[in-house]
Structures are given as C-alpha cells and as structure tokens.
C-alpha cells in the first residue's frame, strides 16, 4: 500500500523524533560519539590465574589442602603428650621445649616426666597447679598405658580415632603421616621436577647425537627393576626417608623430561629462538629466559598429579614394609596395621579416609590448573 502525502509526513516526523531523542542509537547532531570504555590488557598470567579460580572444584580444593597442610605443620601444637605450659608451686615451665625430670614435680625418679601418670595427674590438679594442654593429648609415638580397653582399643572421650595395636593414638599418627607424606611429596616432586627439566631442555634444544645417546641412557636406565633395587637396599641398609627419597628420585625424573623435551623441540624452530641466536646471546641465556618460559606448561599442570603418585608410592611401601621406620609416622604403615587387624574398623577407616582425601583434593588441583593453562578457554 503506498502511503499518501499526511502519512508520508506523519513518518517523517516520527523518524525526526525518534533521531532526535537519540533512540536509534545515533547521537543528537553536534554531539560527539561516546567511546567504548577501555578494557584493560590482562598478562597470560593474570588469566590463567581467572581461570583457575573460576574452576570452583579446584579453588576450594586448594583452600582446604593448603589449610590442612598447614595445620599440621603445628601437629606439635595440635597433638602432643606433653602441655604446652604448665604452672607448679609458683614456678612456670614449658614442657614442649624442654624436658623436666619427674623429681620437679614430686616425683621420686629422676627420668623424664610421664605427663600421663595418674601421680603427676594428680599433682598437677592440686590447687594452684594447672597445666595448659594441646587439643589432642598425645603425640604419634606416646603409648596409653592406663587405657580402660585392650590395644587396639576402638574410638573414645580418650582417643578421639582409638589406639592401634600398640596403643598409639591414631589420631595423633593421622596428623603427623599427613604431615610426613605431604613434605615427602614435595620433595620428591621438586628433585623430580628439577632434574626432569634439566635433561628434557638439554635434548631438545640441543638435539641430534646428544639428544640420541640421552634417549638410549634413559631407556637403559628405566629398564631397572626399581622394587628389586630397593629390596636389596632396605636388606644392605636401616630404612629411613632419606634413603627412600634418594631412590625414588633416582627414578622420578624421566618421564617429566620427555614432555619438556618434546617442547623444547618445538619451541627451538620458532622465531624468537632464531632471533636471539642472531643476536648473539648464549645458549643458557636463551635456555633459561627465553625457551624454558615457554615450555613450563606441561610441567605445571603435571605438578599436582607427580605429587599424588609420590604420596602413593611411599604409602605402598610403607604398606609393604619397606619404606620408613616402623616408629615413623606413615599412612602405609597405619593401612598395614588394619590388614592385620581387621576387626579393628577405625584404624583402616580413619586412614583410607585421609589418604582418598588428600588425594581428591590434589587430582582437583590439578585439573584446575590444567585447565586454567589451556589457552583455549575464555
């Protein structure tokens, strides 16, 4: 229908309107276009950084690992069997950093106090006396020998987790093996990492004969049965986590090398690798400022997960016998007790429970961050 001459007005005028209000999205003439506000340039850090964090898993996750392991930094503080302060005839002593005979407190022998023996109980309840002691009053090596029940002897106001079959506390053991295993899988992870990274830039960005003699070494050397090589070192030697932590890391670091290799190989053909080589700089410079920044991304997200296998390696031989002292604080040995004593559910419980724990946790991680590296996403 073809409008007539009134309609053909009437739009005009509407449009003028319409212009004039600025509702068509063009601006009043004479005024000047609005910019668009600046968005701020983020570094690949900062956004990787975002999105780790928008991974909500992870994020809480490494809230919770990061609290607990630093709770039990404190396990002397949290669980031990000795106060922290105590008050005697008008005398303060500090009982956590040193040592008292048991002749300061009324005692009859000149050997170290028992702060568990009914005696000193009672003498540290007379008036005037007072003792301030940890939330957990045992530590992982004190032994309850005034327990109402048999060892292994099941949860109680006493033992929050029970005895083991020694008369352990297994909470106070809990504690200090979380402790233990954590720092063993950092430093078994960073002797790892270390070495890994050094061996994987050396091939790859060197390559050629090097990199193929560095190729047949490694094969040669994970042929070697690891579990024989330290079957015969836990029968020449005492088993200690030093000892263990030499082994493993003897073995740790190559499979870490092959991802670095494969990125040095990579990064070597780019432009930036000739451009500084063109400009004379040297090949650790270029090595380590240069190419190794670049090649950090599988190492960083392996990072979570290398340290859970550390975790499990040295649970499984403790389980096995041949990790750390048996007096030593270890999950494994904690799993062994409760194979043997399978009527015992809190000894197996408890430590199954901290060990899936630590473990989710650390996979969450590590999924996070693997995400929060993939240049891909948002």
């Given amino acids: 229908m073809i409008e007539t001459g009134p309609a053909i007005e009437e739009s005009a005028a509407r449009q003028g309107a319409v212009a004039r209000d600025g509702r068509d999205g063009f601006p009043e003439p004479g005024t000047a276009r609005p910019k668009p506000p600046a968005r701020a340039s983020l570094s690949p850090g900062r956004r990787a950084w975002l999105r780790f964090r928008r991974n909500?898993?992870?994020?809480?996750?490494?809230?919770?690992?990061?609290?607990?392991?630093?709770?039990?930094?404190?396990?002397?503080?949290?669980?031990?069997?000795?106060?922290?302060?105590?008050?005697?005839?008008?005398?303060?002593?500090?009982?956590?950093?040193?040592?008292?005979?048991?002749?300061?407190f009324g005692g009859d022998f000149h050997t170290r106090t028992d702060w568990h023996d009914p005696f000193i109980v009672e003498q540290m309840s007379m008036d005037g006396n007072w003792a301030i002691w940890p939330p957990n009053r045992y530590s992982f090596d004190t032994i309850n020998y005034f327990a109402a029940s048999p060892n292994p002897a099941p949860p109680s106001a006493e033992n929050l987790l029970g005895t083991d079959d020694r008369g352990r506390d297994v909470l106070a053991r809990l504690l200090y093996g979380f402790r233990l295993s954590v720092l063993f899988g950092l430093a078994l992870t960073t002797i790892g990492v270390v070495a890994g990274v050094l061996a994987g830039a050396v091939q790859g960005y060197f390559g050629g004969r090097l990199d193929l003699a560095f190729q047949r070494f490694i094969e040669v050397w994970s042929a070697i049965p690891e579990l024989y090589l330290l079957l015969i070192l836990a029968a020449m030697f005492e088993p200690s986590v030093w000892i263990l932590l030499v082994i493993l890391s003897l073995f740790g670091w190559?499979?870490?090398?092959?991802?670095?290799?494969?990125?040095?190989l990579r990064n070597r053909q780019l432009e930036y690798v000739t451009a500084a080589r063109a400009l004379g700089l040297p090949d650790s410079k270029i090595i380590f400022r240069h190419v190794l920044p670049n090649s950090l991304t599988p190492v960083i997200a392996f990072l979570p997960f290398r340290m859970s296998a550390a975790i499990v390696a040295l649970t499984s031989l403790d389980f096995l016998g041949l990790g750390v002292p048996p007096s030593t604080p270890s999950l494994g040995e904690l799993l062994a007790q409760g194979k043997a004593n399978l009527d015992a559910w809190w000894i197996s419980l408890g430590t199954f429970g901290v060990l899936v724990g630590m473990l989710m946790l650390l996979i969450f991680i590590g999924e996070a961050l693997r995400d929060a590296l993939d240049t891909r996403r948002g």
Wanted: net charge negative; glycine share 6%; hydrophobic share 45%.
């Fill in 56 to 104: 909500r898993r992870g994020w809480i996750s490494l809230w919770i690992f990061a609290a607990i392991f630093g709770l039990s930094l404190f396990a002397e503080l949290l669980s031990n069997d000795r106060p922290l302060v105590a008050h005697y005839e008008g005398q303060t002593y500090w009982p956590l950093w040193n040592f008292y005979p048991e002749t300061t």
């Fill in 254 to 264: 190559m499979g870490l090398s092959d991802y670095v290799r494969a990125e040095f």
